[in-house]
């Protein structure tokens, strides 16, 4: 890699971390004005328990969405999909995963500076440190450790070997195991709320299983590849004729006799 390239991935970098920064703290400003003048104008102490547990289940949707891209962008058929085009994925996936940045700060902050809430801000990062609910938040936190995890590994993706970032990138399907069970144990107490969470899992859970049992030609090729050769047949390299095949070519090649 030459010098000059070098010095535009890492000004690449750096303005992707700058905006990751700008977003961030822009998302705590945001949530923690928001939270101060919900108290303050509707001067009811649940506003902020509620602002919080919307912006909570908006953060999870969110997530849905962008793990159900993130399948859709590695699925085996992804190329007989034309729309929306590839690029329009990424960018969704790219700006699915800003916004659920966004929500899951304001979700914290909110929570956070809740003092009827019993969360906190050591319960919102450090694992059994919440008094209300404690394994429920504690799944939270693993997993927003993780998706963050992910998405780290995400933004250094053609930096580092493919190898070392994808496998450590699908935790994010494990990220979303962790949020889904943090939102069931903590947050169903209306039918609504257990259909939305019954709903969007099994439509995750379809597309994973699709995903991940579908070969794709690497797949196959790469199965190949691990087997000796003397196990190889020809007919894992060549198909073998059906009957109709045998058949077709027999009339032709008899054709051909009497024609002579």
Do not use: N, Q
């Not at 705590?28 to 649940?46: C, E, P, Q, Y």
């Not at 506003?47 to 908006?58: E, K």
């Not at 450090?126 to 998405?151: D, E, H, K, Q």
């Amino acid at each position: 890699m030459s010098r000059e390239s070098a010095t535009v991935d890492i000004k690449a970098l750096g303005i992707r971390s700058g905006l990751v920064m700008l977003v961030t703290g822009s998302a705590v400003v945001t949530s923690w004005l928001i939270g101060l003048a919900v108290s303050a104008v509707v001067g009811d102490r649940m506003a902020p328990w509620i602002l919080g547990r919307a912006a909570g289940i908006t953060s999870y949707l969110l997530l849905v969405g962008l793990v159900l891209f993130g399948l859709v962008l590695s699925h085996p058929h992804r190329a007989r999909w034309r729309r929306p085009s590839v690029a329009t994925r990424i960018r969704t996936h790219v700006s699915l995963s800003v916004f659920t940045l966004v929500f899951t700060v304001l979700h914290i902050v909110v929570l956070a500076t809740d003092k009827y809430a019993g969360v906190g801000w050591w319960g919102s990062f450090v694992p059994m440190g919440s008094t209300y609910r404690p394994l429920p938040v504690t799944l939270g936190v693993i997993g927003l450790y993780s998706g963050l995890l992910a998405g780290i590994t995400a933004a250094l993706a053609g930096r580092i070997a493919r190898r070392v970032w994808w496998p450590i990138h699908k935790i994010a399907i494990i990220s979303l195991l962790l949020v889904w069970l943090h939102g069931v144990l903590a947050g169903i107490d209306t039918p609504a709320m257990l259909s939305l969470y019954v709903v969007t899992g099994v439509a995750v859970l379809v597309l994973a299983v699709s995903r991940y049992t579908t070969s794709s030609v690497r797949d196959e090729v790469a199965e190949l590849a691990g087997r000796r050769a003397t196990e190889i047949t020809p007919a894992d390299v060549f198909p073998v004729p059906g009957r109709a095949d045998v058949r077709r070519r027999g009339e032709k090649s008899a054709r051909g006799r009497i024609g002579r």
